[in-house]
């Protein structure tokens, strides 16, 4: 059964570099049709997309966000990850990676990102 | 952009009673390309139904999602303890894929 499993740094400073890793096991990255995504869920509010990528590499991000975020995948590792640049207090959020055939069916739990000095 | 507005934002039923949720596009999304999810605190969501109409694995019957062009209705036939829950649409018919704001299912 494939499972996603998110870790990175919990509390960011303002103006730094957010970075998340999201591991992938009972399945390989590579197999299928699949989109590697990340979303994320400010505190009490509704779900964003934040971009995807496949496993050639290619990718796609959300045009609020495209100029800080890079999502690259390791398929040695069988992982992908999430970076986003000059982070501000707007950024604090649980972070989910997912995977997408035709909707996002496996879910990571989330990892919760603060941004604070 | 594609915008994804569900109405209403919270809906107040009982136990055994037919929820209807709606999720409206602001331009034609390919049904194909239209899924529900249900998150429940402190958990990540779930899949319910992709292509607007189908159930994802384990999902109990009593879910259906119906809809096409700019109009999809996500039903609940009848409401189980567990289903109390916040319900999101979105959609990957654009480069830009999107969610609804959500609905939130609360016990009267």
């Known amino acids: 059964q494939l499972q996603l499993k998110e870790s990175g740094s919990g509390l960011v400073k303002p103006s730094q570099t957010l970075s998340l890793t999201c591991a992938v096991s009972?399945?390989?990255?590579?197999?299928?049709?699949?989109?590697w995504t990340w979303i994320r869920q400010p505190p009490g509010k509704g779900l964003e997309w934040i971009g995807h990528?496949?496993?050639?590499?290619?990718?796609s991000y959300n045009p609020s966000l495209k100029r800080r975020v890079t999502i690259s995948v390791d398929k040695s590792k069988n992982q992908f990850s999430l970076k986003l640049s000059s982070v501000t207090a707007a950024d604090t959020a649980v972070y989910f990676c997912?995977?997408?055939?035709?909707?996002?069916?496996?879910w990571g739990q989330g990892t919760t990102v603060t941004v604070s000095s | 952009e594609i915008v994804l507005t569900q109405s209403p934002g919270t809906l107040s039923l009982s136990p055994g009673e037919r929820a209807t949720l709606s999720c409206r596009a602001s331009?034609?999304?390919?049904?194909?390309?239209l899924a529900w999810y249900q998150q429940k605190p402190g958990q990540a969501p779930r899949l319910l139904m992709y292509?607007?109409?189908s159930r994802a694995t384990g999902i109990p019957d009593r879910f259906s999602g119906s809809g096409s062009g700019t109009d999809f209705t996500l039903t609940i036939s009848r409401l189980e303890p567990e289903d109390f829950a916040v319900y999101y649409c979105?959609?990957?018919?654009?480069?830009?894929?999107?969610f609804g704001q959500g609905t939130k299912v609360e016990i009267k």
């Open positions: 997912a995977r997408a055939p035709d909707a996002f069916d496996v």
């Open positions: 009972g399945g390989s990255i590579s197999s299928g049709p699949y989109s």
């Open positions: 990528v496949y496993p050639s590499g290619s990718f």
């Open positions: 331009q034609s999304v390919s049904s194909s390309f």
């Open positions: 292509g607007a109409s």
């Open positions: 979105q959609q990957f018919g654009s480069t830009l894929w999107t």
